[in-house]
DNA sequence: AATGAATGAGTATTCATTCAT
DNA sequence: GATGAATGAATACTCATTCAT
């Protein structure tokens, strides 16, 4: 029975906490945008209002930071698949719409495609929360178009979208290079030739 | 007695500092693969058997250790566009065959395309190295294959260039990654649908 | 219980860093009497007990740090003046009263005299420091002591500082140079004569 | 005999070497101009055409070099003193003009008002060439302008050469302190009151 | 639970001095 | 004798992480 020994009401506190954490998930994402998402975590507690030891307490790896700084729109853009495969009558324009949301997810996170590409090891839980959520529905869509016929390449989801990602990374302001233009090409190049 | 008044020949240092050079950049060469080419100068220069100091001597800026690292390959590979242009009987194979030997170039050199992503102003000498020397084969390998019909995509040769870098920067030791075959579907999109 | 809501007062920590930083400062103005202001900050930190960034974190700057092992001193310095001018019959023995006691301030503070000269930008924020707060009240003597017909020298308050920084810089244990005397001359100098 | 071992003629070297040696020191004045008597030995050897070697052969210390480099002004200095005295009817006026010519030395020779002023063992030489050299000169004045009666300071002439240099050493091109000035109101200083 | 102060390792760069040629 | 290449010590500054309060 600890909520005797402990006079403070554990819901509030748990209230706080959260809001507490959405906050610091707030300002991290804007941090992640400015700076990227290797920016130092000083930068990100100062922008967050809080000390860093706080960010260590709430996600011990930057990785995990990182996965619940995203991870609704991850979550968004799995779902995302099977519906556009239900609601888009060819599987090939489904993969290629998805596809899109999944360049616009990464061009407007900026250094996320980096870090996709990256080898560092403490990035491997964003990578497993790739490979568990999203890479399945990469594949689903590749075989769906491949079963329709559209889709002659052997691809597997994971390799597109690594190539993908890399596309992305090359995306800098500075320069006029257009990575939707650069993925599409990629997709164009998916397509059996007729 | 001339020669008396011509104190020394400065030829011979000259060869002792060149071969000193040599291994220098091969070091480097080998440290970029294993580091990349952001390592610790310390490491390059213990790497090579020399101080710190010694690789400031002969390359200043780390962008100019770089482009003599790699100037020989980068040279090669601007000869080699006008080449299979005139050896080639298609253009598109001609460029493909390039783009094939810059994935080479890449692949092999560990690190090169996340700089040639960088936007550290510090790298500068070596995009403009590219810029020069190799953008302009690649822009006019397209514009041939544009003019034979083959390739309809309006992209310029940086921006191909870029997506190629961008493609092979994903490759990594770890996974079964095939930047070659992505950079084939790249291609493959460029060209005109028959 | 709003208390629970304001999680924990943040005084206590800054009791705590205020005494670290007084320690701090006292450990600096150490090392710049025995090594002169231009310590390397490594040695500061040691001498205080502390590491590097435990500096950095207090005092961003060189300047920053200069100015607060120095501010209190040169505070009363500033204050120094108007209470002489009023309290002394004669505003040219004020002006000397205060200059012997610029002196005193400067040949104690071993290698402040020398950066006091030194044109390195990083001392930009010490000499404006110097310049809003105690070149005024210099100033303020001189045009007194002009008043009233005991100085006719034209001299500017920051170029009589100056020279006393520079007759104090000139001050080292090793000899029997008497700052002092020196620059009871140059005031001397000042006067007009009967 | 040496002279049979060695065939070259130990003359002609001695002459090349000897006009080496002038434009080495030709060349460290300039550089000693613009970039102060600290300068780093080899923009020295640079800008004389030599090696970093050479200067440390001919000069083993810094202070030695720069004893060479000043040497001829330094005693043209020596000189002006007896000359002054000899000529002026004045001893004091001597003195004044004598110490304008220091002033005039001191001012043109960037950094070595600094270098006077160090207490860096390694200046020794450098310290004891003007002890022994121009010190007694001042002295030589300061003596006949106090025998005048024109002077009544008993201050030494090594303090008033040192303040001197120190009221040099303030001056700077970035700003329109004008040492002479002060040096003025220095020896305006030393003069008996009427 | 939260804070933010302190830590100390890591890196680039400069320069006096030595030494092989 | 001269050369200039190589050396390596020295220093400023950053940042992830820990820990006392």
């Given at each position: 029975?600890?909520?005797?020994?402990?006079?403070?009401?554990?819901?509030?506190?748990?209230?706080?906490?959260?809001?507490n954490e959405k906050?610091l998930?707030?300002?991290?994402?804007?941090?992640?945008?400015?700076?990227?998402?290797?920016?130092?975590?000083?930068?990100?507690?100062?922008?967050?209002?809080?000390?860093?030891?706080?960010?260590?307490?709430?996600?011990?790896?930057?990785?995990?930071?990182?996965?619940?700084?995203?991870?609704?729109?991850?979550?968004?853009?799995?779902?995302?698949?099977?519906?556009?495969?239900?609601?888009?009558?060819?599987?090939?324009?489904?993969?290629?719409?998805?596809?899109?949301?999944?360049?616009?997810?990464?061009?407007?996170?900026?250094?996320?495609?980096?870090?996709?590409?990256?080898?560092?090891?403490?990035?491997?839980?964003?990578?497993?929360?790739?490979?568990?959520?999203?890479?399945?529905?990469?594949?689903?869509?590749?075989?769906?178009?491949?079963?329709?016929?559209?889709?002659?390449?052997?691809?597997?989801?994971?390799?597109?979208?690594?190539?993908?990602?890399?596309?992305?990374?090359?995306?800098?302001?500075?320069?006029?290079?257009?990575?939707?233009?650069?993925?599409?090409?990629?997709?164009?190049?998916?397509?059996?030739?007729?």
């Amino acid at each position: 029975m600890p909520k005797s020994t402990t006079p403070a009401p554990p819901r509030a506190k748990r209230a706080d906490a959260r809001r507490n954490e959405k906050s610091l998930l707030n300002a991290a994402a804007e941090v992640f945008v400015s700076s990227g998402v290797e920016a130092p975590i000083r930068d990100i507690a100062k922008a967050a209002g809080v000390g860093t030891a706080t960010i260590y307490r709430h996600f011990p790896t930057r990785a995990e930071l990182i996965i619940a700084v995203y991870r609704h729109q991850v979550d968004a853009l799995a779902e995302d698949g099977p519906r556009l495969l239900r609601e888009t009558d060819n599987a090939y324009d489904a993969l290629r719409t998805w596809v899109d949301r999944f360049v616009d997810f990464l061009v407007t996170k900026h250094g996320l495609a980096a870090v996709l590409q990256s080898t560092d090891t403490c990035f491997d839980p964003l990578h497993d929360y790739f490979l568990d959520g999203v890479v399945p529905v990469c594949s689903h869509l590749l075989d769906a178009a491949r079963e329709s016929g559209e889709v002659t390449s052997e691809i597997d989801g994971i390799h597109l979208m690594r190539a993908i990602g890399g596309l992305c990374a090359g995306a800098t302001d500075a320069h006029d290079y257009d990575a939707r233009a650069m993925v599409d090409l990629l997709v164009t190049g998916l397509r059996a030739r007729v």
